[in-house]
């Protein structure tokens, strides 16, 4: 059983739409992390976020934290195909132990 | 900058063989990680290391064991592989960061096939 679960598993949208992107568990984390990885490579951080009901922007990106810190989401406003690629949201547990979900594949097509 | 270095890339490997998968940062991180990544799964840890010397075990480590003889330095070996450890394996470092806001910079990955 995944700690952290993601939904939906695969995403597929035109230019220029919105979507969400949900991150959601049972366990409480000491902070939430979205990660992004392209074909081939490792992943690469987005963003962090610690206190519960954060909000967090970065450009077109909005990410947000549960109030329990349970939770997490991301928004895109307005896709690009630049954005297509697999999201991973990351929970720590403590300082040092990171759970990753269990992934979101993104495809924005031109 | 090199970052995280992983070696093999890839590896085809018949079944009850030993293998040591090598990862080596030069970042002077405390902290590392091995991760397998299947596909639905996302990422799931198989040890850690807080510092030079301890290790932890994480989500999946049976079948797998770890060392942290210096700070640069974390293998992972499979003792004796198996099928289902056909995965993309990444190492992955992270500096000190308070309550969990370190932030992890991975290799590019070792691609392990058990036939």
């Known amino acids: 059983t995944q700690l952290l679960e993601q939904s939906p598993q695969f995403l597929s949208i035109q230019e220029g739409e919105n979507l969400t992107v949900y991150c959601n568990s049972s366990?409480?984390?000491?902070?939430l992390q979205w990660y992004r990885q392209e074909p081939g490579e490792g992943p690469v951080l987005l963003v962090t976020?610690?206190?519960?009901?954060e909000v967090k922007k970065l450009k077109r990106l909005t990410f947000q934290f549960g109030d329990a810190r349970k939770d997490s989401s991301l928004h895109i406003t307005a896709a690009q195909p630049g954005d297509t690629g697999l999201y991973l949201c990351?929970?720590?547990?403590?300082?040092?132990?990171?759970?990753f979900g269990t992934g979101t594949r993104l495809k924005v097509l031109a | 900058i090199a970052g995280i270095t992983q070696a093999p890339t890839s590896q085809i490997l018949a079944a009850g063989r030993r293998m040591t998968l090598r990862c080596t940062q030069d970042?002077?991180?405390?902290?590392m990680y091995w991760y397998r990544q299947d596909l639905g799964l996302g990422l799931r840890l198989i040890h850690y290391?807080?510092?030079?010397?301890?290790?932890g075990k994480g989500e999946v480590p049976d079948g797998y064991s770890v060392s942290r003889a210096n700070t640069d330095d974390f293998p992972l070996t499979l003792a004796s592989a198996v099928p289902s450890q056909t995965s993309v394996y990444f190492c992955?470092?992270?500096?000190?960061?308070?309550?969990?806001?370190?932030?992890?910079?991975f290799g590019e990955g070792s691609r392990l096939t058990v036939l």
């Open positions: 992955a470092s992270s500096d000190q960061g308070g309550a969990g806001t370190g932030e992890l910079f």
């Open positions: 366990s409480v984390f000491s902070s």
């Open positions: 976020v610690v206190t519960g009901g």
């Open positions: 990351a929970g720590a547990k403590g300082t040092y132990k990171y759970i």
């Open positions: 970042m002077r991180h405390n902290a």
């Open positions: 290391s807080n510092t030079a010397g301890t290790t």
